[in-house]
């Protein structure tokens, strides 16, 4: 039996796609998999917060924990973020290794709430990091043409959708107070996390996390070979890669992701339907491997 510590952050806007994350991990999981969640919330009243989550706590081998916190006033005062569907909710992360939650817990897993889940994620859980106190995919968003491959290399940009914490090793880095001293020179969390994570991160075979950019368009959807090149794997072709895929990250909002991949948009919805029957019945329903992996397959021929 394996138990996960895994921790989502969120603020009232996304409280929603939070309970539909932690509802599609639950029911992907093992039979013999344990998760204790941790719910952050940006300026969320506790109350609704608990309220919320409460329902996970009724299914077997799951409990919820919430804590509301004011991002604001903890990092002194926050840029403003470029994008509206985003805010200061997403510096919470950068707290884990400090909160009084995880006190006794070694390894936690954060993930954006933007995220649909194709199977048990103990095998990201238990990745060695080699030292390293993070594990994280590399964003792929900026490279256009490989042109742009010498410039990434050297940036390592972190795609911080999935991010597994080394908490005694990112408490001896002493990351919490070295990114709030960050988060005063930058606009969002991304730069963060470039700046003070990249050099303790150790990054993950692709198949972790594929982030949006990664599929949603022609350009990248023919150059595996690129990605291969830049990860040190060997996936044949981009339904490879999907095939061993274990989570979706889709940036933004619904619209933005599910427009371009209407396979995905099926599985969003379909999710969101489960979901709305379990909070009403309260009955965790059987899952099957996503009835849409023949459209993504299918996908290809599109192009």
Same mark, same amino acid.
């Given at each position: 039996?394996?138990?996960?510590?895994i921790?989502?952050?969120?603020?009232?806007?996304?409280?929603?796609?939070?309970?539909?994350?932690?509802?599609?991990?639950?029911?992907?999981?093992?039979?013999?998999?344990?998760?204790?969640?941790y719910?952050?919330g940006?300026?969320?009243?506790?109350?609704?917060?608990s309220?919320?989550?409460?329902? +996970?706590?009724?299914? %077997?081998?799951?409990?919820?924990?919430t804590?509301?916190?004011?991002?604001?006033?903890?990092?002194?005062?926050?840029? /403003?973020?470029?994008? !509206?569907?985003?805010? %200061?909710?997403? &510096?919470?992360?950068?707290?884990?290794p400090?909160?009084?939650?995880?006190?006794?817990?070694?390894?936690?897993?954060h993930?954006?709430?933007?995220?649909?889940?194709r199977?048990?994620?103990?095998?990201?859980?238990q990745?060695?990091?080699?030292?390293?106190?993070?594990?994280?995919?590399?964003?792929?968003? &900026?490279?256009?043409?490989?042109?742009?491959?010498?410039? +990434?290399?050297?940036?390592?940009?972190?795609?911080?959708?999935?991010?597994?914490?080394?908490?005694?090793?990112?408490r001896?880095?002493?990351?919490t107070?070295?990114?709030?001293?960050?988060?005063?020179?930058?606009?969002?969390?991304? /730069?963060?996390?470039?700046?003070?994570?990249? %050099? &303790?991160?150790?990054?993950?075979?692709?198949?972790?996390?594929?982030p949006? &950019?990664?599929?949603?368009?022609?350009e990248? +959807?023919r150059?595996i070979?690129?990605?291969?090149?830049?990860?040190?794997?060997?996936?044949?072709?981009?339904?490879?890669?999907?095939?061993q895929s274990y989570?979706?990250?889709?940036?933004?909002?619904? !619209?933005?992701?599910?427009?371009d991949? %209407?396979?995905?948009?099926?599985?969003?919805d379909?999710?969101?339907?489960?979901?709305?029957? +379990?909070?009403?019945?309260?009955?965790?329903?059987?899952?099957? /491997?996503?009835?849409?992996?023949?459209a993504?397959?299918?996908?290809?021929? !599109?192009w």
């Amino acid at each position: 039996m394996s138990k996960l510590h895994i921790c989502l952050s969120t603020d009232s806007r996304w409280l929603r796609f939070a309970q539909r994350a932690v509802y599609d991990i639950i029911i992907k999981r093992n039979a013999d998999t344990e998760i204790k969640f941790y719910i952050l919330g940006d300026k969320v009243d506790s109350e609704t917060l608990s309220e919320t989550f409460r329902p +996970f706590d009724s299914i %077997p081998g799951i409990e919820a924990v919430t804590r509301s916190l004011d991002a604001d006033a903890i990092f002194g005062g926050l840029f /403003p973020y470029t994008w !509206e569907w985003i805010g %200061p909710f997403k &510096h919470l992360k950068f707290l884990v290794p400090e909160l009084e939650d995880f006190a006794g817990v070694d390894r936690v897993l954060h993930l954006d709430v933007d995220i649909l889940v194709r199977k048990d994620l103990t095998d990201i859980y238990q990745i060695d990091l080699d030292g390293k106190a993070i594990g994280a995919v590399r964003d792929y968003a &900026h490279i256009r043409e490989d042109r742009y491959m010498e410039m +990434f290399d050297k940036r390592n940009k972190i795609e911080n959708g999935l991010l597994l914490m080394d908490l005694p090793e990112l408490r001896r880095l002493n990351f919490t107070a070295q990114c709030k001293e960050e988060s005063k020179r930058h606009n969002g969390d991304l /730069p963060v996390m470039e700046q003070i994570a990249v %050099p &303790h991160t150790k990054f993950l075979d692709p198949k972790y996390q594929i982030p949006y &950019h990664f599929i949603a368009s022609e350009e990248r +959807f023919r150059n595996i070979k690129r990605w291969n090149r830049l990860n040190g794997t060997e996936y044949a072709d981009i339904n490879d890669l999907i095939g061993q895929s274990y989570l979706f990250h889709y940036p933004g909002d619904k !619209e933005m992701f599910v427009r371009d991949i %209407p396979c995905v948009r099926a599985a969003f919805d379909l999710l969101e339907e489960r979901l709305e029957r +379990f909070l009403s019945t309260g009955k965790v329903e059987d899952w099957r /491997p996503w009835d849409d992996d023949s459209a993504l397959v299918e996908w290809e021929s !599109e192009w």
